[in-house]
């Protein structure tokens, strides 16, 4: 494998790289799909997903990333296993470093290295993660009809999402560390009108406590005293994190945050250099649109093979 | 149901606005999605899909139609029937006028109207539609393994995916009305140095022969002269036409072509209104970037929503 060269590389295989895998095996492109861990990225940790389009019972995470997998397969997927730790992206032949010390080059490449929620960092929390512990309300919200969950964050999404979980939860408790709210005044007076809404501030939870899903979680004031709440549900949504330490950021121009913003195509600011799925600069992550933009940044590769003399 | 008033309205009932119904249906948002004539657009004319991502073994245009519908209807999807001849987006509150008279109004609108391609107009062509006509060479390619494919057009589009053809296709023969092609010149080049593609200038198309499938294709030379060729399967590649007849292109800012630019949320230059799937100005027309767009869609409506007074 080292040193060898393709046509296009894409560098992870959540739905976006999956997506992107497909594609290019259909259309016979030289390419190879690079994965550090399991194919199906975010997913994976997915438990069920009901608004994947296709699927009118949902469907598991897991069956979901494997079906992408089997499709692209079947049309002669390429792919490995390797953990890529740097890119060189400044000549036109770009260069992927491996942990291992290989390298691979590649003449169009399609970043889907994928996002991952910012995690509160407390006990309890990986252990109940999708049972009870979320961190898309847009995703989970329908399962807590007439419930009492708990939104962490102060955030335009904490807040707005505070508001969405009220058409299906009996009550939401919104656990904010500041004593105001960081969203726009607007998404915050539509909170505080909304009598299903309490709030809690000054506060951060330190544990999630729970057997099989989650019950209780503990609360810590900025005054020092402690306390618990009982909830059926807690929503970390205290902001996403991109999944970039091996990329270049000066390069690709990442966001403040960084992201990596594309035009409407998914190509970066590198010629032949694609963006695709939750690494994208861009205001909405979900699965469909992830699996969208691999489909595009490979026709998007295509044109920009074929016009490299 | 004349002069009723929705939060959100979707217009079209493809992959894009079925999936923004799903979005939209399942955040229990007021919403109604209006479409004129079967849900699932084009996707209903589409024989055999095999690269939308989640099933392996392909699916049906009008199977996988159905799922979305089932799934959107699941969470209670809102919808009529109905044909809407003209939208007014002068004011804050949109307008829905209907063929019958009714009119409907909105805070938000998604705009699913969708594409449709270009056709030749001649005899044999719709009757052989998904058996031997197509209109997508990224969709139908494999399933021309070894036969002999015509494709008419002379734009990139065209000679770029004549080429990509000839990756299945043991020969191409290109069909250009004129004496030189539009493509740029790279693309020209590639092509011209594929000994499996041939071309045909000067020639129109002017009928698709065949009972089962595509057999033969009658051709017409500028200087008077008609033959006949026998092909498995013929690629009408001359543009795509949206679907824009009841849209104010010039408050939409339509682009040269028809279509409606989005920036990446779909939102278009009317706030409140957005584009997705077909009708949106882009270069990759897919099931599952459109299925992406709508998702997109009903996130930004929420926004948008969300910040109204």
Chains 1, 2 share one sequence.
Not at 121 to 128: A, F, H, N, Q, T
Request: proline letters at 4%; charged letters at 20%; one cysteine or more.
């Amino acid at each position: 494998m080292a040193n060898s060269h393709h046509k296009l590389i894409i560098l992870g295989g959540g739905p976006a790289g999956l997506t992107a895998g497909l594609y290019a095996a259909r259309a016979r492109m030289d390419h190879l799909l690079v994965e550090k861990g399991a194919e199906g990225g975010q997913v994976l940790l997915t438990d069920w997903i009901d608004n994947y389009p296709g699927f009118p019972d949902g469907i598991s995470g897991f069956d979901l990333a494997e079906k992408m997998l089997a499709q692209a397969r079947r049309f002669e997927l390429n792919s490995m296993f390797g953990n890529v730790t740097s890119l060189d992206l400044s000549e036109p032949v770009k260069r992927l470093q491996f942990e291992d010390g290989d390298t691979l080059s590649c003449d169009s490449l399609i970043i889907c290295s994928g996002a991952h929620p910012r995690p509160l960092g407390v006990p309890g929390e990986v252990e109940l993660t999708g049972k009870g512990v979320s961190y898309c309300a847009t995703c989970d919200a329908p399962f807590y009809r007439n419930m009492h969950v708990a939104v962490v964050g102060g955030g335009n999404t904490a807040v707005q999402e505070a508001s969405h979980l009220t058409k299906f939860a009996d009550k939401v408790t919104l656990i904010h560390r500041r004593d105001e709210l960081r969203a726009t005044k607007i998404v915050q007076e539509k909170a505080f009108a909304n009598s299903k809404i309490d709030f809690i501030w000054d506060t951060t939870v330190t544990e999630i406590k729970g057997t099989e899903g989650v019950e209780r979680i503990q609360l810590l004031n900025r005054n020092g005293e402690t306390s618990e709440l009982k909830v059926d549900g807690i929503f970390v949504l205290i902001g996403v994190l991109p999944n970039n330490e091996m990329l270049p950021l000066d390069i690709l121009k990442a966001d403040a945050g960084g992201f990596i913003p594309t035009d409407l195509e998914t190509r970066t600011a590198v010629p032949g250099v694609m963006a695709a799925g939750d690494i994208r600069s861009k205001e909405v992550r979900q699965v469909v649109n992830a699996a969208g933009e691999g489909a595009t940044a490979v026709l998007a590769a295509e044109q920009y093979l074929a016009n490299l003399s």
